[in-house]
Structures are given as structure tokens and as C-alpha cells.
């Protein structure tokens, strides 16, 4: 089971995106168990948020994690931006 990553700003157990395009993808995320900052540089994300290698933390932390709400960037450019639901 991976360890699940919320949106946030990559403190403690949250992930940050920092650019998703289709040839490179970098996100930040803060390791679950102590916080420390890490940067993934071309890691492979699944469509469902699976990252792929596992993240490695000196604090031990040696897991999967999956980043939830992660949205394919392939499937979903963003032509609509979220996070906006009033209606006109
Ligand atoms: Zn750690």
C-alpha cells in the first residue's frame, strides 16, 4: 500500500507540483514521517497518482506514495482551471 500525499505545499505528508508537462514532471513533496523536504525530479507519476520510484528519506521512510487528487496532465491539460465553482 503506498503512503498517500495530500495537496499542499510539500510540508509533512503533502505534495506541491511544480511543472507537469508530457516530457518532464517535478514535484515536491514533504516526507509522511518527518517532514523533510524532497524533490522528484522526472519521476513517473500514474494517471491514478502513483509515483514510481519509491521515496527514500534518511529518517527511514522507504515507501510509495501516491499523490491524491493528482490529475494526468496528458488527459486533463488545463484548459479549465479548478477551484472555481460559482456559476455565472
Ligand atoms: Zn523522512
Request: one cysteine or more; a negative charge.
Given at each position: 500500500m503506498p503512503t498517500d500525499l495530500q495537496p499542499?505545499?510539500?510540508?509533512?505528508g503533502t505534495y506541491r507540483t511544480i511543472n507537469t508537462t508530457d516530457i518532464q514532471r517535478t514535484v515536491d513533496i514533504g516526507?509522511?514521517?518527518?517532514g523533510k523536504f524532497h524533490r522528484l525530479t522526472e519521476a513517473t507519476i500514474s494517471p491514478d497518482g502513483d509515483v514510481r520510484p519509491v521515496v527514500l528519506c534518511?529518517?527511514?521512510?522507504?515507501d510509495y506514495v501516491k499523490l491524491v487528487g493528482w490529475q494526468n496532465p496528458k488527459a486533463g491539460y488545463p484548459s479549465a482551471r479548478r477551484g472555481n465553482p460559482q456559476s455565472g
Open positions: 499542499g505545499d510539500a510540508t509533512k516526507c509522511p514521517n518527518c534518511e529518517c527511514g521512510f522507504n
